[in-house]
């Protein structure tokens, strides 16, 4: 076989095939169902009602949505310039650090929050650095470096919590010391659990696609990611490029730990983030890499997630299906991206 | 003409086959016989669907209609183990030998079945073939480390290897200085007297007749003839070939004027087997077409980074207009009014998924269609359309994807994002046009030529960079040759024959000047 | 410093090393032939787990030993065979698709386990290899300890270095799959397939990646724990840029690394270990990762082909 490229799609291959992909994962999660002897339906069913069906579980999938937009942001800049930043977990942990370091006592009330956003920002962004400057200037792979990268992190993670960070009145659970409440994110409305981290991920979500369409970046970011060769013949900083972009991802995906230790939790633990960081490269992907994308996306893997908790307590099947789902939907959709660019021809 | 070769045994036959890629159609109904001893040459224009005919003969595309015959066997089609078995062997324009891997290896490369321990004799064997077609080449040396006319060597003693009876060679010249073309023609020979037949892909006109007994004439992917090399002659094929519909540009001599760019002594450091520059001193004048000869790969990319702003020399100078230059970086080559054709107009010119606005504004996004890092798309597109209509880009609009266009209305694009002098909006005075017209086809070949000319008419200098020695004589107001990274003295026009040009291109007359 | 002298020329601590190494030789063995064939393939991690839970899964559900590194190695190829799919003749990002690989394999492990385990709350233990007793070399004086009491499928692992190398260099398969890692259309052009190679390369590869993986749960800890291999693969996807893509010297890597880690779990013991905090001890395998791949990147022949797609007809 051989793939010979589609001068110009049509707009049913175009949507036609995502939309097949997803359909596809649902027709995964009804065998998964099979397997472990549920009815598929009911489970679908129980998944949905989980994730949407009360006001609760909306909120519920909101929350669990808001570091998913971040990371999946950070994803979704990096991919772009084809820079693989794989270290969002990681840089999600340097966010969560600072939250803590200036938000329990060492800044006084007002600027708190503005400053600690910004220093989360500065740490997850220098984390990135590091591997980016490692692959502009010795060409070492950034995949594998910030992979190794986020298991030193969490024993770094770790280690705070049982040393400088370690709460005197945790009673033994490996947590830090609460943020005072001025550092603390308020709740968007009184009553309601859902924090203003949610609306500043949205928030950042239009301006990451404002950058990428009307900034002269955003054009040297796609350039770069497109063709790195091209972009340097035209005079473009390539690697500048790629350490603006990296400073940006770092950044994004900071907030995402800041914002759940700020807006969520009030303090750092190591169980932070259950794979925030991997399940923004789902995220991203699912939303093509399109910035506004990333917010449907992620409210949709979030649903997935708290809907399986859901389903799982009600007809037992293993709450791993949504891990298993959202695997399949990657893989099934950047296949289906492909093949909205080429056909598979014979010889 | 020897009696009794048309009754030799036919040993390929090619019936009417056709292919199609989307709406192209790369060989209409194409048929060809090649018999036993006999040179057959196919010959064409760029596109005219020479390759694409010899990869279907080869499977390694499936053809819409018709049928390959070698021997008297039906050939499955796609199988280029098939073909190989059949003792059909291939030598491609872009040779297919894996760098890191000794000669031997690449030769013996899948010819023992994969589950067999150990190969039998492929040394001794290789090293008879060597001494019987006088390709002299080293066995255990690494591939990543032969010139270019060595790794031809290996490509055909593959072929050879394998027992191939049909030989088949796509534009093997193009690589080559007119010296090593002669080896060549000497190893063809040596195999069609020992009964192996051959077909010859090129453009070339002196070499088909040099070489081939028939010609077998392609245009547009049909056969719009088929002559004996004996019974015709180089005007009579060149009018097969371009159907007589253009004729390309001759630059007239006219008077120079200033020196706008200078390198004093420029030295690089080589890379792989390219090599550096080796103190290269060059001036290009206003009103000047300054041509560059060579066999490909002997430091005219060097030289075409240094001059495009890419690179900085590791010792030597670059004056622009008599000022010396301390930055140097493509931008800062933009905005002294230098203007860049790049080589490779797929992978250094365009962006494939990017439309043809963005592809317009690649080099001046930053000064002319941005203010404080905002872009005014309104503007590019603009300019997009301005460029779309003033150099006759054939295209649906500025907002296609540069992937969809041909070659040569790509090319019209970056030619004329050139031309608009990028950082500000006057015209260029300083061109590099590095193989301008490869690969494009008559008429896109006859705009870009005649743009150069226009632009030296309007006085601006211009280094042309060319393997092809017609075009650096058609258009040159002076010639330098290039061989090794070093820097032939310049010729005016006219004053050396094809002849001189190839002794610089081997390097011989570099000794000579050297020795005396 | 006289501690660590005694570490170093203690029998215990160079059992420790290959025992330690042997997972790594195997899962880096996996990944070399990938990537000789121009695949790089981050599935590793997933296809690690893959292979520890089928592997210690179908042993307790009373397959022999042996039999569960057979059902680990077919489980590890099919995984492979779903990689290769996507990223040999469809050509899709071997990045995107190896971290899609290395999560779906997790989570079907995860999945499968609570399906079939679902009341228990720590994991059933199985009863693993043992330690094989050689004639006369075992009872050497502390040879016998430090090199001679290793189990099968440690000797297994040495073994299938040697095959690697000895099938890379010496015979006409291993020329095809250097040389597809370096020119498909080199290969091509000699008539052989390009994608069956790749695939092949890939399928076989994630097979020992997935007996690595199996070693964990067969060989060294009798059970299966979610979060056992641990950055495991991705280490191994550094020894072999360390190896320089050579089988001996990624082996030499192998081995130099899993020293460094049995001395840190042997220094944590000591004064240093109340110093330092330990967690600096267990993040020394992935520092020494990046600090092997800072090493070698200037000197390192990486196959021309890795990463490149490779469409036949495409120019």
Not at chain 2, 456 to 485: K, N, P, T, W
């Amino acid at each position: 076989m051989r793939l010979e490229p589609i001068a110009n799609p049509s707009p049913v291959r175009r949507l036609g095939l995502p939309v097949l992909a997803l359909v596809a994962t649902l027709g995964v999660a009804m065998l998964l169902a099979l397997v472990a002897g549920a009815n598929p339906f009911a489970v679908l069913g129980q998944i949905a009602t989980g994730a949407l069906g009360s006001r609760l579980a909306v909120l519920e999938t909101l929350n669990r949505a808001t570091p998913l937009i971040f990371t999946g942001l950070a994803v979704a800049v990096a991919f772009r310039a084809k820079l693989w930043n794989i270290g969002a977990e990681a840089q999600l942990y340097a966010g969560a650090i600072m939250a803590v370091v200036l938000g329990t006592g060492a800044l006084g009330s007002p600027w708190v929050l503005p400053v600690s956003a910004l220093a989360a920002m500065l740490g997850g962004a220098a984390l990135l650095l590091g591997p980016v400057l490692l692959k502009t200037r010795l060409g070492v792979d950034e995949v594998v470096t910030t992979l190794l990268l986020n298991f030193i992190m969490l024993l770094f993670v770790s280690y705070l919590l049982e040393g400088p960070m370690k709460d005197p009145g945790g009673m033994g659970w490996p947590k830090s010391t609460p943020l005072i409440p001025e550092a603390r994110l308020p709740r968007i409305v009184d009553g309601l659990r859902l924090h203003w981290g949610f609306a500043l991920a949205i928030l950042a979500a239009v301006v990451v696609w404002v950058i990428q369409t009307r900034t002269t970046l955003g054009f040297e970011i796609r350039a770069v990611g497109q063709n790195p060769e091209a972009a340097r013949f035209a005079g473009m900083p390539v690697n500048v490029v790629l350490v603006k972009t990296a400073l940006l991802s770092g950044g994004l995906a900071a907030l995402a730990g800041w914002s759940e230790v700020a807006g969520l939790k009030g303090h750092l633990s190591s169980d932070l983030s259950p794979g925030f960081g991997y399940t923004g490269i789902i995220v991203a992907m699912l939303a093509l890499l399109h910035p506004l994308g990333v917010v449907v996306t992620a409210i949709f893997v979030a649903g997935i997630f708290v809907g399986s908790d859901a389903m799982s307590r009600a007809a037992g099947v293993p709450t791993y299906i949504a891990d298993m789902l959202l695997a399949t939907a990657l893989l099934f959709m950047v296949l289906a991206i492909l093949l909205t660019k080429v056909r598979v021809v014979r010889g | 003409m020897t009696p009794g070769r048309t009754e030799a045994e036919v040993v390929l036959r090619l019936d009417g086959i056709t292919k199609r890629f989307g709406a192209l159609t790369a060989n209409d109904a194409v048929s060809l016989t090649l018999r036993r001893g006999e040179v057959v040459a196919l010959l064409g224009e760029n596109g005219a669907g020479k390759t694409t005919l010899m990869n279907i003969l080869f499977g390694h595309y499936v053809a819409d209609a018709g049928e390959v015959e070698v021997f008297g066997q039906p050939l499955p089609p796609g199988n280029p183990r098939a073909a190989l078995a059949s003792g059909v062997g291939m030598v491609h324009q872009h040779f297919t030998l894996a760098g890191n891997l000794t000669v031997l290896d690449n030769i013996r490369l899948g010819t023992e079945g994969l589950w067999s321990r150990s190969y039998g004799g492929a040394r001794e064997k290789v090293e008879r073939l060597s001494r019987d077609f006088g390709l002299a080449v080293h066995p255990d040396a690494k591939v990543g480390r032969l010139s270019v006319g060595e790794r031809q060597r290996v490509e055909i003693l593959k072929a050879l290897y394998r027992d191939a009876r049909v030989l088949i060679l796509d534009e093997p010249t193009a690589v080559l200085t007119p010296q090593e073309s002669e080896a060549l023609f000497a190893t063809l020979r040596k195999a069609t007297a020992l009964g192996l037949s051959v077909i010859f892909i090129s453009h070339k006109l002196h070499e088909v007749m040099a070489i081939a007994d028939r010609c077998v004439v392609l245009r547009h992917g049909r056969v719009v003839g088929e002559v004996d090399t004996h019974a015709t002659d180089k005007g009579a094929l060149a009018a097969l070939m371009v159907g007589g519909e253009l004729s390309l540009p001759r630059a007239e001599a006219r008077e120079p004027g200033a020196v706008l760019l200078r390198l004093e002594g420029v030295s690089t450091p080589g890379r792989g087997a390219a090599p550096g520059l080796q103190a290269v001193t060059l001036e290009l004048r206003a009103g000047q077409i300054t041509g560059l000869a060579g066999v490909s790969g002997n430091g005219q990319a060097a030289l075409a980074e240094i001059v495009g702003g890419l690179a900085l020399p590791a010792s030597g100078r670059i004056l622009v207009k008599d000022t010396p230059v301390t930055r140097w970086t493509p931008g800062e080559a933009l905005a002294r009014g230098v203007a860049r054709i790049p080589e490779d107009r797929h992978h250094q010119g365009s962006i494939a998924d990017f439309d043809l606005t963005e592809n317009a504004v690649l080099e001046a996004y930053r000064t002319r269609f941005s203010q404080r890092g905002w872009m005014n798309w309104r503007a590019a597109r603009g300019f997009a359309e301005e460029i779309i209509s003033r150099y006759d880009v054939r295209c649906p609009g500025p907002s296609t994807r540069i992937r969809l266009l041909s070659g040569g209305n790509m090319q019209k694009l970056i030619l004329g994002r050139a031309m608009a002098g990028g950082p500000k909006a006057v015209g260029p005075t300083i061109i590099l046009a590095n193989q301008p017209v490869r690969g494009l086809d008559v008429g896109a070949i006859a705009y870009v030529q005649g743009q150069l000319i226009a632009a030296r008419d309007r006085g601006a200098a211009v280094l042309l960079i060319s393997e092809d020695l017609d075009e650096i004589m058609g258009l040159s107001d002076v010639i330098h040759v290039m061989s090794e990274g070093r820097l032939s003295p310049a010729f005016a026009r006219g004053t050396m024959a094809a002849r001189d040009l190839g002794l610089w291109m081997a390097g011989q007359k570099f000794e000579d000047a050297h020795a005396a | 410093m006289s501690e660590i002298i005694d570490i170093l020329l203690s029998a215990s601590f160079w059992a420790a090393v290959i025992r330690i190494a042997s997972p790594l030789i195997l899962a880096t063995m996996g990944e070399l032939i990938c990537e000789r064939a121009g695949v790089l393939n981050l599935g590793i991690e997933g296809i690690m787990v893959i292979g520890a839970f089928t592997g210690w899964m179908a042993v307790y559900q009373g397959m022999p030993l042996w039999g569960g590194v057979a059902v680990a190695m077919a489980a590890g190829m099919l995984f492979g065979l779903l990689h290769s799919t996507l990223t040999v003749p469809f050509g899709l990002s071997q990045h995107v698709v190896g971290l899609g690989v290395t999560l779906f394999a997790t989570a079907s492990a995860s999945f499968a386990y609570r399906l079939m385990l679902p009341e228990v709350t720590s994991p059933p233990k199985i009863d693993p290899f043992r330690p094989l007793d050689i004639p006369i070399l075992s009872d050497l004086p502390w040879l016998g300890e430090a090199l001679f009491s290793q189990t099968a499928l440690t000797w297994a692992a040495f073994a299938v270095a040697g095959i690697v190398a000895l099938m890379l260099y010496r015979t006409p398969l291993g020329l095809a799959v250097r040389a597809v890692g370096e020119n498909p259309a080199a290969v091509e052009a000699q008539g052989l397939s390009v994608t069956g190679l790749r695939m092949g390369a890939v399928i076989v590869g994630s097979g020992l990646m997935a007996v690595g993986g199996a070693f964990l749960t067969l060989s060294a800890f009798s059970s299966f724990f979610f979060e056992m291999v641990n950055g495991r693969g991705w280490i191994c996807v550094a020894l072999v840029v360390f190896g320089a893509w050579k089988p001996g010297k990624a082996l030499l890597g192998a081995i130099l690394f899993a020293a460094f880690d049995a001395l840190q779990i042997r220094l944590q013991q000591t004064e240093l270990g109340v110093v330092l905090p330990y967690q600096l001890f267990l993040a020394l395998p992935f520092i020494l990762s990046i600090l092997a791949l800072i090493l070698m990147s200037r000197r390192a022949e990486v196959p021309a082909a890795l990463m490149v797609p490779y469409n036949k007809g495409e120019r």
